[in-house]
Each structure stands twice: as structure tokens, then as C-alpha cells.
């Protein structure tokens, strides 16, 4: 759930929008004495880490220095608050999706092993909860096929999200973590 919320905020966030646009005008603008670097109309997400380290002629100022004064300016407010739009972005930054769908396969595998002892075959003499065990095993093969597809969900919110910047479906979950904490 944190992840699909934290995806929706990333990509219903005006600031991030407006941000991302003077980056890549920026970035037009450094790069307009090379005709082929001079007209980009997107880049990857790995290039933010750059916006923050790349400095200017004085090896103070940073290009995101430069961004962050172009919003103000542009936009007329104070403070960027994207961190109040992205509330769920630390949290999102420590779930992997590789790793999420490991426990998510070792859960389901467990429960699939729990329930499959709750309807082997008893004697009815000998064990009076069959009945019990037996919608104990449906709840859980239910709840197992509900988490599997919440999990799903997840991950094409996630694909979706990282393809619409511009990334390979495919992103490592170190680099998800990096694009949730930068």
C-alpha cells in the first residue's frame, strides 16, 4: 500500500512536474553549444543525482541552486515543498520490490504448506476440529491470492511510474530506493 500511495503522490505532484521541466530546460540550456545534447526532451532518473553535485564556474553554486532559484522565481513561492507531497517517499524508499515479492512468494509458499496440513484426513474420533482446520485453509488460500495480487498491483504501479520518467521497467531496487530518498 505504501508504495502505490507513494507512486500516486509521485505522479500527482505538480512541484515534482514543474521541477523536472527546469531541470531539463537547464540541462538544454548548459548543453545548447552541442546540437545533439542542446534539445533533449527527457532524461533519466539518474541524472538528478548530477542536478545536486554539478557546480557552476564559482564551485559553489549547483545546478540545482540554479533550479531551485528559477522555481521561485517562476512560480512566485518561498519554499518547495515537495516532501509534503511525497509524505509516504521515506517509507517507499525502504521497500524494495525485488525483495517485497520474495516474502511475498515465501508467505504465500508457507501458507500453501499450512493449508494443505489443514485439510489432510483425519479421524473424526480422534480430531473434532477437520471442520475448523478445513475454512481455515480456504481463508488462507483466499488471503493468499488476495495478497498476490496486491503485490501485482504494486509492481505495475511502480513499472508504470519509473517507464513514465523515462526508466527501464526493469529498476533495481537500490536505484528505486534512490529515486524514493533523493
Known amino acids: 500500500q505504501i508504495l502505490n500511495t ?4 509521485v505522479r500527482n505532484s505538480e512541484t515534482f512536474k514543474r521541477l523536472l521541466e527546469l531541470i531539463l530546460f537547464c540541462g538544454n540550456y548548459l548543453n545548447g553549444g552541442n546540437a545533439s545534447r542542446g534539445r533533449a526532451k527527457a532524461f533519466k532518473l539518474t541524472t538528478l543525482e548530477k542536478v545536486a553535485t554539478t557546480k557552476g564556474f ?6 540545482l541552486n540554479t533550479v531551485i532559484q528559477l522555481y521561485k522565481k517562476e512560480y512566485g513561492e518561498e519554499d518547495i515543498e515537495l516532501l509534503a507531497e511525497w509524505s509516504l ?7 524494495g520490490i525485488s525483495e517485497l515479492e520474495k516474502k511475498v512468494r515465501n508467505l504465500i509458499t508457507s501458507s500453501k504448506q499450512l493449508s494443505k496440513s489443514c485439510q489432510a484426513e483425519r479421524d473424526p474420533k480422534i480430531d473434532r476440529l477437520k471442520i475448523t482446520l478445513q475454512d481455515d485453509a480456504k481463508k488462507i488460500e483466499t488471503y ?4 498476490m495480487k496486491r503485490f501485482q498491483d504494486t509492481k505495475t504501479c511502480c513499472t508504470n511510474l519509473f517507464t513514465s520518467l523515462g526508466e527501464k521497467s526493469t ?12
Not at 6 to 9: E, F, G, P, W
Request: charged share 25%; glycine share 0%; proline share 0%.
Open 6 to 9: 507513494a507512486c500516486k503522490q
Open 58 to 63: 564559482d564551485k559553489k553554486t549547483t545546478v
Open 89 to 95: 517517499a521515506k517509507q517507499a524508499s525502504m521497500t
Open 144 to 147: 493468499c491470492n488476495s495478497l
Open 171 to 182: 529498476m533495481s531496487d537500490d536505484d528505486c530506493a534512490k529515486f524514493w530518498s533523493a
